[in-house]
C-alpha cells in the first residue's frame, strides 16, 4: 500500500488523541516531524513564506538544541511548534517514566503544549500521563514523503486523494523525505487553494 489515512477504527480507540479537526469547514493542517535541521526547515519555511501559509513544526528537542536559529525562525513566521521527544524515542520500546522524561527534556528547548510522539508510536501509559500536560496531536494523512520506492508525483497524488476538509497532514523535516516533499508540497499547497481550502495551524 502506497499510502495510509487513518481508519475510523483506530480514530474511535484512541479518542482521547487528536486526528483531525473535522468542523466541516475547508481547512486543512499542515504539520512537519522531526525538525528542525538546515537542508530541509529553511527550505519549507521560505516555501511557506512564500506561499503564506502557516503550519505546525513538531520539532525534536536535540534538534532545537543544535539549531536554535532555525527553530527562532518558525517562530517568528508565525508557525506553532509542538514537542516530538527529545531524542525521537519509539514510545513502544521505552519504559513510561523514561518516555515522559524525555519529553520534559525537550520542554527545556520546545515552548508548547501540543505533543506528537515519533512514528505515531505511544503506549497508553505514557498518553495517560501527557495528557495531562499536552494535546496529543496525531493526523489524518499521511504523505509517506520518506518511502524510497514511490516517486514524488506518487506522494503527491496519494496525499491530495486522501484529503478531505479537516485533515492534518504530515510531512517530514528530514533529509531522506526531502525529495518528495519538496515536489508534493509546493503543488498541494496550490491545488488545495484553488479548491477553496485554506490553511490553520494545529491548537
Not at 82 to 105: A, E, I, M, P
Amino acid at each position: 500500500m502506497r499510502f495510509v489515512r487513518i481508519p475510523q477504527l483506530l480514530k474511535n480507540i484512541f479518542p482521547s488523541l487528536i486526528w483531525d479537526y473535522n468542523t466541516g469547514k475547508k481547512v486543512v493542517y499542515i504539520t512537519f516531524d522531526d525538525g528542525p535541521i538546515p537542508e530541509s526547515t529553511s527550505w519549507t519555511l521560505n516555501l511557506l513564506k512564500s506561499k503564506n501559509v502557516k503550519a505546525t513544526f513538531f520539532c525534536v528537542g536535540d534538534n532545537v538544541r543544535k539549531h536554535s536559529e532555525i527553530y527562532q525562525e518558525i517562530l517568528n513566521d508565525g508557525h506553532a511548534v509542538g514537542n516530538h521527544t527529545h531524542n525521537h524515542l519509539r514510545g513502544f520500546t521505552n519504559k513510561t517514566q523514561s518516555y515522559v522524561d524525555n519529553v520534559k527534556l525537550a520542554s527545556h528547548y520546545i515552548d508548547s503544549k501540543l505533543f506528537r510522539p515519533p512514528y505515531g508510536m505511544i503506549k497508553r501509559s505514557q498518553a495517560k500521563k501527557l495528557l495531562k500536560d499536552y494535546k496529543i496531536i496525531m493526523w489524518d494523512v499521511l504523505s509517506e514523503d520518506y518511502r524510497q520506492d514511490i516517486t514524488p508525483e506518487e506522494c503527491y497524488q496519494a496525499v491530495l486523494k486522501s484529503i478531505r476538509p479537516g485533515s492534518i497532514i504530515l510531512f517530514h523535516n528530514h533529509v531522506k523525505s526531502e525529495a518528495n516533499m519538496r515536489y508534493a508540497l509546493p503543488r498541494l499547497i496550490d491545488e488545495l487553494r484553488s479548491r477553496g481550502f485554506e490553511f490553520e495551524v494545529c491548537k
